[in-house]
């Protein structure tokens, strides 16, 4: 009888202790990274890839080598097959500069709508085939693509991208007016224009035995245009894809490229990521574009990255970085400091049932480790840590 009282305590023991295992939550650091390769020609990031020495793309690897995300969103990394194998091979699996290896079992890439020629004269000087004629503003197909590596399984069959949808499908789009009260695209241009500059893409990664959709785009920039502010109403368009997609119901009028129509169930879980090119407060553009997504209820926007070097920036550079509204801390990019100055323009928003455990911008200050490496990019890499 004692044998057997104490067979079943052993027993009971292990049965709570495998009970705590499986309930464990998951920890997961999720990036958004701008890498900005700035390059203007078909091949080139190709090559650099290939060569395996190049100091830029080295210097990328040691960022993400040191922050350790287990997802992350790559945005302006030029569209090229087999260009996230060349990556991890040569240079995110091998030490930099002392930093330990990372991999990534799971990538994800497409075409993407950049440099993709529309044969329509979208800037209205009386030609086709500039780099603003393409579908979204591109010297050739793929460039400022998107690449999202992760540690978890990636539901390939699941992916679902909105490349192709038109903009004049949107209910209520803004659609871009000239100050004479004219459409500033003509209706057989508006009734082909794709909304997308780049893609939007619901990427669900397998955390678990739970499901999280990444919601990944790179929205066009809302300058370098006129008063019709065609690209400042594109993009808050663009960001208004995911407004309507995780909004049960909203979504009704959206259908992806293989025809499926609708947003996301009701209860999924998401994490919207990328350059969405508007700040919340800042930048003297459409304002609301942001605004829109982070007072969404079906978001969780409490934690606010920052960082030293921001501020650091702002304090040294100063010109019109000393006007904006916003934290200084906050921004996420590096911009020229009599037109734009930096901004907070990189987000990373959880849906309100994922549980936010921190976040951060990695821009180190000029007496902190990494400090080297943030001109890599005008952007910089921006983090969140999640209980999953």
Same mark, same amino acid.
């Given at each position: 009888?004692?044998?057997?009282?104490?067979?079943?305590?052993?027993?009971?023991?292990?049965?709570?202790?495998?009970? $705590? &295992?499986?309930?464990?939550?998951?920890?997961?650091?999720?990036?958004?990274?701008?890498?900005?390769?700035?390059?203007?020609?078909? *091949?080139?990031?190709?090559?650099?890839? +290939?060569?395996?020495?190049? =100091?830029?793309?080295?210097?990328? #690897?040691?960022? /993400? @080598?040191?922050?350790?995300?287990?997802?992350? &969103?790559?945005?302006?990394?030029?569209?090229?097959?087999?260009?996230?194998?060349?990556?991890?091979?040569?240079?995110?699996?091998?030490? @930099?500069? *002392?930093?330990?290896?990372?991999?990534?079992?799971?990538?994800?890439?497409?075409?993407?709508?950049?440099?993709?020629?529309?044969?329509?004269?979208?800037?209205?000087?009386?030609?086709?085939?500039?780099? %603003?004629?393409?579908?979204?503003?591109?010297?050739?197909?793929?460039?400022?693509?998107? /690449?999202?590596?992760?540690?978890?399984?990636?539901?390939?069959?699941?992916?679902?991208?909105?490349?192709?949808?038109?903009? +004049?499908?949107?209910?209520?789009?803004?659609?871009?007016?000239?100050?004479?009260?004219?459409?500033?695209?003509?209706? %057989?241009?508006?009734?082909?224009?794709?909304?997308?500059? +780049?893609?939007?893409?619901?990427?669900?990664?397998?955390?678990?035995?739970?499901?999280?959709?990444?919601?990944?785009?790179?929205?066009?920039? $809302?300058?370098?245009?006129?008063? =019709?502010?065609?690209?400042?109403?594109?993009?808050?368009?663009?960001?208004?894809? !995911?407004?309507?997609?995780? @909004?049960?119901?909203?979504?009704?009028?959206?259908?992806?490229? #293989?025809?499926?129509?609708?947003?996301?169930?009701?209860?999924?879980?998401?994490?919207?990521?990328?350059?969405?090119?508007?700040?919340?407060?800042?930048?003297? !553009?459409?304002?609301?574009?942001?605004?829109? /997504?982070?007072?969404?209820?079906?978001?969780?926007?409490?934690?606010?990255?920052?960082?030293? *070097?921001?501020? %650091? #920036?702002?304090?040294?550079?100063?010109?019109?970085?000393?006007?904006?509204?916003?934290?200084?801390?906050?921004?996420? #990019?590096?911009?020229?400091?009599?037109?734009?100055?930096?901004?907070?323009?990189?987000?990373?928003?959880?849906? +309100?049932?994922?549980?936010?455990?921190?976040?951060?911008?990695?821009?180190?200050?000029?007496?902190?480790?990494?400090?080297? &490496?943030?001109?890599?990019?005008?952007?910089?890499?921006?983090?969140?840590? /999640?209980?999953?």
């Amino acid at each position: 009888m004692h044998l057997n009282r104490s067979i079943l305590f052993v027993f009971s023991i292990v049965l709570q202790i495998s009970c $705590t &295992l499986a309930e464990s939550p998951e920890q997961l650091r999720i990036a958004t990274f701008n890498v900005a390769m700035g390059l203007e020609n078909d *091949g080139e990031l190709a090559a650099r890839l +290939k060569a395996g020495d190049d =100091e830029r793309l080295a210097k990328l #690897a040691e960022i /993400l @080598q040191q922050v350790r995300p287990d997802i992350v &969103l790559l945005n302006e990394f030029d569209y090229s097959p087999g260009s996230a194998d060349l990556l991890r091979r040569n240079y995110l699996e091998k030490p @930099q500069s *002392g930093k330990p290896s990372i991999s990534y079992s799971s990538t994800f890439l497409a075409p993407v709508n950049t440099g993709v020629d529309s044969g329509m004269d979208f800037n209205r000087n009386g030609r086709t085939g500039d780099p %603003e004629d393409a579908w979204g503003f591109g010297h050739f197909p793929g460039q400022y693509g998107m /690449l999202v590596l992760s540690r978890y399984p990636i539901n390939i069959s699941g992916i679902r991208s909105f490349r192709q949808f038109l903009w +004049k499908d949107m209910p209520g789009a803004l659609r871009p007016m000239m100050e004479s009260g004219e459409s500033y695209y003509p209706d %057989e241009t508006w009734n082909q224009l794709r909304l997308s500059s +780049k893609s939007h893409w619901d990427i669900p990664l397998k955390i678990g035995d739970n499901i999280l959709h990444f919601l990944v785009s790179h929205p066009t920039p $809302t300058v370098f245009d006129g008063p =019709e502010d065609r690209n400042g109403r594109r993009n808050h368009d663009e960001n208004r894809i !995911w407004v309507d997609y995780i @909004q049960h119901g909203a979504a009704f009028y959206l259908h992806d490229d #293989a025809g499926k129509p609708g947003g996301l169930k009701s209860g999924s879980v998401f994490v919207i990521a990328g350059d969405l090119n508007a700040d919340p407060l800042d930048g003297g !553009w459409m304002v609301d574009s942001m605004r829109q /997504l982070l007072q969404h209820p079906q978001i969780n926007a409490s934690c606010i990255p920052r960082s030293k *070097g921001a501020a %650091e #920036a702002t304090e040294l550079q100063a010109g019109i970085n000393l006007q904006h509204r916003g934290n200084p801390a906050t921004d996420t #990019a590096d911009f020229n400091d009599e037109y734009a100055g930096n901004l907070r323009i990189d987000f990373l928003l959880p849906s +309100k049932d994922l549980k936010l455990k921190g976040c951060g911008v990695y821009w180190p200050a000029r007496n902190e480790d990494g400090h080297q &490496l943030v001109e890599v990019s005008d952007h910089r890499l921006v983090w969140i840590d /999640l209980e999953f």
